[in-house]
Antibody, heavy 118, light 107 residues
Framework: QVLLVQSGAEVKKPGASVKVSCKASGFTFTSYGISWVRQAPGQGLEWVGWISNYNRNTNYAQKFQGRVTMTTDTSTSTVYMELRSLRSDDTAVYYC???????????WGQGTLVTVSS | DIQMTQSPSSLSASVGDRVTITCRASQSISSYLNWYQQKPGKAPKLLISAASSLQSGVPSRFSGSGSGTDFTLTISSLQPEDFASYFCQESYSSPPRFGGGTKVDIK
């Protein structure tokens, strides 16, 4: 079955960077893109960006442009999201999700809590 | 950017009730509308894509309708496992936007 397994929780100080991984299995990795979506505590869902596992094209929400980088390693079927210059309002659960078409996510990772605190 | 307005933000209902959640887009999104269910501490789950296409394994008591700017998620007979939050999402534009969510709890 489709499985996305994310790396564990992180605690970072303001200004630091975090890199979250998402290891995929159960499907042809290069046939799909991966979206990243975050959810601040008690809040709604916010799309961060997307990467194609086929050609490594990326599309980031303008809000995160310049601070986020998404990469993919086809040899290990793992996608990474790095967020830099962290602020307290970046505290959230970050999800990776398989994109089946046009930013429609049919399978999700378990989420990674990133806490930004001094 | 497209804005998605979901209503109500919360509702209380009983098992067996018919529940309707609406989602309105700030501009036409054709049928590029998805519905997700999220339970506390869990990742969202895709219920319906393209406004009305039920995902495999999702009970038939869930249905979606609408096109253009107005959409509806209906649960025909609420079951105990349906108490959760529901989010709409437009997949028409970039960035794709989510509605603010509807929390369905027990009356």
């Amino acid at each position: 079955q489709v499985l996305l397994v994310q790396s564990g929780a992180e605690v970072k100080k303001p200004g630091a960077s975090v890199k979250v991984s998402c290891k995929a299995s159960g499907f042809t990795f290069t046939s799909y893109g991966i979206s990243w979506v975050r959810q601040a505590p008690g809040q709604g869902l916010e799309w961060v960006g997307w990467i194609s596992n086929y050609n490594r094209n990326t599309n980031y929400a303008q809000k995160f442009q310049g601070r986020v980088t998404m990469t993919t390693d086809t040899s290990t079927s793992t996608v990474y999201m790095e967020l830099r210059s962290l602020r307290s309002d970046d505290t959230a659960v970050y999800y990776c999700a398989r994109d089946i078409v046009s930013y429609t996510a049919d399978s999700w990772g378990q989420g990674t809590l990133v806490t930004v605190s001094s | 950017d497209i804005q998605m307005t979901q209503s109500p933000s919360s509702l209380s209902a009983s098992v067996g009730d018919r529940v309707t959640i609406t989602c309105r887009a700030s501009q036409s999104i054709s049928s590029y509308l998805n519905w997700y269910q999220q339970k506390p501490g869990k990742a969202p789950k895709l219920l319906i894509s393209a406004a009305s296409s039920l995902q495999s394994g999702v009970p038939s008591r869930f249905s979606g309708s609408g096109s253009g700017t107005d959409f509806t998620l209906t649960i025909s007979s609420l079951q105990p496992e349906d108490f959760a939050s529901y989010f709409c999402q437009e997949s028409y534009s970039s960035p794709p936007r989510f509605g603010g969510g509807t929390k369905v709890d027990i009356k």
